[in-house]
């Protein structure tokens, strides 16, 4: 029999950047690692055109900024995000921190304990919720 889970983005933002397919692939990334630190390639998790959609959709939301928003502050927000992944009231990750220069930039995360843990003990449904979504999304099934 499957477990399930629910992974939910904690707190509100006006943008979204974190999709189901990131979360996804984030709980691939813990399942396959043997230990609870890894790191995503940062255009593997957020593949450039959709980096570069968001920055845009950040500059609009800004008004008046002076400058415009740079892939790099796309990728911190994203990190943001993802350190505010939560599953049983507890966060994902202990520690989600970028590392690199502009194209070959890596977020560096370490799974907590609990996430970890859940991942690695077998059959496992996994769901996303946020508050832009009513009803939380299936992301991911591992047998």
Same mark, same amino acid.
């Given at each position: 029999?499957?477990k399930?889970? +629910? ?10 950047? *974190?999709?189901?397919?990131? %979360?996804? *692939? *984030?709980? +691939? ?5 043997? =230990? ?7 255009? +593997?998790?957020l ?16 008004? /008046? ?10 990728? &911190?927000? /994203?990190?943001? &995000? ?13 520690? %989600?921190?970028?590392r690199?220069?502009?194209?070959? =930039? ?7 304990? /609990?996430?970890?843990?859940? %991942?690695?003990? !077998?059959?496992?449904? %996994? /769901?996303?919720?946020? !508050? ?12």
């Amino acid at each position: 029999m499957k477990k399930e889970c +629910e992974i939910r983005l904690m707190g509100s933002d006006d943008i979204l950047a *974190l999709s189901p397919e990131m %979360v996804a *692939l *984030l709980v +691939e990334r813990v399942r396959a690692s043997g =230990t609870r630190a890894f790191s995503v390639p940062a255009e +593997e998790l957020l593949p450039r055109g959709y980096a570069e959609y968001l920055a845009h959709v950040f500059e609009a939301n800004a008004g /008046t900024r002076r400058r415009p928003v740079d892939i790099r502050e796309v990728y &911190q927000k /994203t990190g943001g &995000q993802i350190k505010r992944l939560c599953v049983h009231e507890r966060k994902c990750f202990d520690r %989600v921190s970028l590392r690199g220069r502009r194209y070959h =930039t890596r977020f560096c995360l370490s799974a907590s304990r /609990t996430l970890f843990l859940l %991942v690695k003990e !077998g059959a496992l449904c %996994v /769901t996303y919720a946020c !508050g832009g979504i009513e009803e939380p999304r299936k992301v991911c099934v591992f047998p």
